[in-house]
Nanobody, 115 residues
């Protein structure tokens, strides 16, 4: 069984930065694909960024060049560095782990961008 625990969310002003972390339990972390998703009120959950077990990354157009996903397999942790934050980045951010036909989700962490 895999458990994912996100942290690092909060309130930040437009133009500010936050770093989200997602710590995972279990032994499949290093061979799994990892991702960050977000869901704003009244909207569907959407992919923000993901990273393969080999380190290849993919970003939504809306966050390209502002957000960076990374992973530390030694710490079983995936990160999302968010810079130049905008009010439209406000959402609950969820960590995701995929391995074969298994998908796991964290409980989410709130990010609010407001002055």
């Amino acid at each position: 069984q895999v458990q994912l625990v996100e942290s690092g969310g909060g309130l930040v002003q437009p133009g500010g930065s936050l770093r989200l972390s997602c710590a995972a339990t279990g032994s499949i972390f290093s061979t799994s694909a990892l991702g960050w998703y977000r869901q704003a009120p009244g909207k569907q959950r959407e992919l923000v960024a993901d990273i393969t077990s080999g380190g290849n990354t993919n970003y939504a157009d809306s966050v390209e060049a502002r957000f960076t996903i990374s992973r530390d397999n030694a710490k079983n942790t995936v990160y999302l560095q968010m810079n130049s934050l905008k009010p439209e980045d406000t959402a609950v951010y969820y960590c995701n782990l995929k391995k074969l036909w298994f998908t796991y989700w964290g409980q989410g962490t709130q990010v609010t961008v407001s002055s």
